[in-house]
T-cell receptor, first 117, second 117 residues
Framework: NAGVTQTPKFQVLKTGQSMTLQCAQD?????MYWYRQDPGMGLRLIYY???????DKGEVPNGYNVSRLNKREFSLRLESAAPSQTSVYFC????????????????FGPGTRLTVT | AQKITQTQPGMFVQEKEAVTLDCTYD???????LFWYKQPSSGEMIFLIY??????QNATEGRYSLNFQKARKSANLVISASQLGDSAMYFC??????????????FGSGTRLSIRP
């Protein structure tokens, strides 16, 4: 089991360029998430997907789009990168089950360090 | 509104001492879950412990325990017999509305714990 994988690990973009961050999980989880972590801060939720075919905005969705391609894959797209989007991006997945009154830990990918100049 | 507060930006503790990391939360929901994650300097996110709002007993996982005080809305992490490898950032997180798989998780700003030899 690879768990949660993210590509690329590092990326440098110029302002205005676009790119897509890829995320895949092999744990058959329903829920997937994209976070950003700025230096010295906690994680802020960008978008999440509770199941294949659904996506919802988190705390900081502006400037991003997502696609839940299938149950395994959840991609994050920056259409026109800005210096304010310089951050470490984490993808995560968890086994949330509708109707069950407990939650499950999130499994995180290793992160993508993105710099926008 | 859902909110997590960690009031200790940094802490220093002597090796082998016990340490308590504070976390308070705000929610109007009756059904929620609380998590603690560890982030070492290498950057990965490691799940430590989970407490559900319906759980009557405080959660324990090895040297980690969660001091859950529902009326005070606090979920402090206690690490017994601290070790040098415990030096890391620690994040408290919450997920509301456990019966719905579509609810999101938010994180606190973190506490940086440093263990002195």
């Amino acid at each position: 089991n690879a768990g949660v994988t993210q590509t690329p690990k590092f990326q440098v973009l110029k302002t205005g360029q676009s790119m897509t961050l890829q995320c895949a999980q092999d744990m058959n989880h329903n829920s997937m998430y994209w976070y950003r972590q700025d230096p010295g801060m906690g994680l802020r939720l960008i978008y999440y997907s509770a199941s294949e075919g659904t996506t919802d905005k988190g705390e900081v969705p502006n400037g991003y789009n997502v696609s839940r391609l299938n149950k395994r894959e959840f991609s994050l797209r920056l259409e026109s990168a800005a210096p304010s989007q310089t951050s470490v991006y984490f993808c995560a997945s968890s086994e949330e089950i509708a109707g069950e009154k407990r939650s499950y830990e999130q499994y995180f990918g290793p992160g993508t360090r993105l710099t926008v100049t | 509104a859902q909110k997590i507060t960690q009031t200790q930006p940094g802490m220093f503790v002597q090796e082998k001492e016990a340490v308590t990391l504070d976390c308070t939360y705000d929610t109007s929901d009756q059904s929620y879950g609380l998590f603690w994650y560890k982030q070492p300097s290498s950057g990965e996110m490691i799940f430590l412990i989970y407490q559900g709002s319906y759980d009557e007993q405080n959660a324990t996982e090895g040297r980690y325990s969660l001091n859950f005080q529902k009326a005070r809305k606090s979920a402090n992490l206690v690490i017994s017999a601290s070790q040098l490898g415990d030096s890391a950032m620690y994040f408290c997180a919450m997920r509301e509305t456990l019966y719905s798989s579509a609810s999101k998780i938010i994180f606190g700003s973190g506490t940086r714990l440093s263990i002195r030899p």
